[in-house]
């Protein structure tokens, strides 16, 4: 069984799949098949478990993403904030307008869901608003976003949030140095970070980090 679910770009993303055994590729198949009879560009992510590769290949889907798990020790890079911005604790940021606005720096990467009230309120989903770091501008604009959750001496992230607009500069690795550095102040010592729809320059600077890719699963687009 597939389901479709709503993104905040035009593609809807396929949920579900096809379950392990003989026939998974063949009713892989014809589950997408149908499903791209809705007419929308369809995004899936090539899990062996529901939706095998060679499923979204034979029917012509392209890789245009991926999730990738980043495991590893605490990293400190050493990365200075972009001129004109200004990094805060979360927590010193209650405005849920600002939040929103950091959080969809999100929005236009391959992965990521839409983001509602229940997403943005302290707290949320037991994230730690005291570790997270949200980006602000000079007009006092969320321009990124580094969520965290400290569990024992891990913590866990998504890779940071950065508006288009400063994807040029240093503001990624600048968020995940200030959340790195509160959670060693918490007693981490190691780092999961996931990640979804970095560009391969951002993967490449995530993995210089002495980060390893515990898990990587591609995300294909039906056109």
């Given at each position: 069984?597939?389901?479709?679910?709503?993104?905040?770009?035009?593609?809807?993303?396929?949920?579900?799949?096809?379950?392990?055994?003989p026939r998974q590729a063949q009713v892989a198949l014809d589950l997408l098949r149908a499903a791209l009879t809705s007419?929308?560009?369809?995004?899936?992510?090539?899990?062996?478990?529901?939706?095998?590769?060679?499923?979204?290949?034979?029917?012509?889907?392209?890789?245009?993403?991926?999730?990738?798990?980043?495991?590893?020790?605490?990293?400190?890079?050493?990365?200075?904030?972009?001129?004109?911005?200004?990094?805060?604790?979360?927590?010193?940021?209650?405005?849920?307008?600002?939040?929103?606005?950091?959080?969809?720096?999100?929005?236009?990467?391959?992965?990521?869901?839409?983001?509602?009230?229940?997403?943005?309120?302290?707290?949320?989903?037991?994230?730690?608003?005291?570790?997270?770091?949200?980006?602000?501008?000079?007009?006092?604009?969320?321009?990124?976003?580094?969520?965290?959750?400290?569990?024992?001496?891990?913590?866990?992230?998504?890779?940071?949030?950065?508006?288009?607009?400063?994807?040029?500069?240093?503001l990624r690795h600048a968020l995940l140095r200030a959340t790195c550095s509160a959670a060693r102040e918490r007693g981490?010592?190691?780092?999961?970070?996931?990640?979804?729809?970095?560009?391969?320059?951002?993967?490449?600077?995530?993995?210089?980090?002495?980060?390893?890719?515990?898990?990587?699963?591609?995300?294909?687009?039906?056109?």
């Amino acid at each position: 069984m597939i389901a479709l679910r709503r993104t905040p770009r035009v593609d809807l993303e396929v949920l579900g799949g096809a379950r392990p055994g003989p026939r998974q590729a063949q009713v892989a198949l014809d589950l997408l098949r149908a499903a791209l009879t809705s007419g929308a560009t369809l995004s899936a992510y090539a899990d062996d478990a529901l939706l095998p590769i060679e499923a979204l290949r034979r029917l012509g889907w392209r890789q245009a993403g991926q999730f990738t798990d980043w495991r590893g020790p605490l990293p400190t890079p050493d990365t200075p904030i972009p001129e004109g911005l200004r990094l805060l604790p979360l927590a010193a940021v209650p405005n849920l307008t600002v939040r929103r606005q950091a959080q969809a720096t999100y929005a236009d990467r391959l992965g990521h869901t839409l983001v509602g009230n229940p997403d943005l309120i302290p707290g949320a989903h037991g994230s730690d608003d005291t570790m997270s770091h949200v980006a602000l501008d000079a007009s006092g604009q969320g321009v990124g976003i580094c969520r965290a959750w400290l569990e024992g001496d891990t913590m866990t992230v998504g890779s940071p949030g950065v508006h288009p607009a400063w994807r040029h500069t240093t503001l990624r690795h600048a968020l995940l140095r200030a959340t790195c550095s509160a959670a060693r102040e918490r007693g981490a010592r190691g780092l999961i970070m996931q990640a979804w729809g970095d560009t391969p320059a951002e993967t490449q600077a995530d993995a210089e980090l002495d980060l390893t890719a515990a898990t990587v699963t591609p995300i294909h687009l039906s056109r």
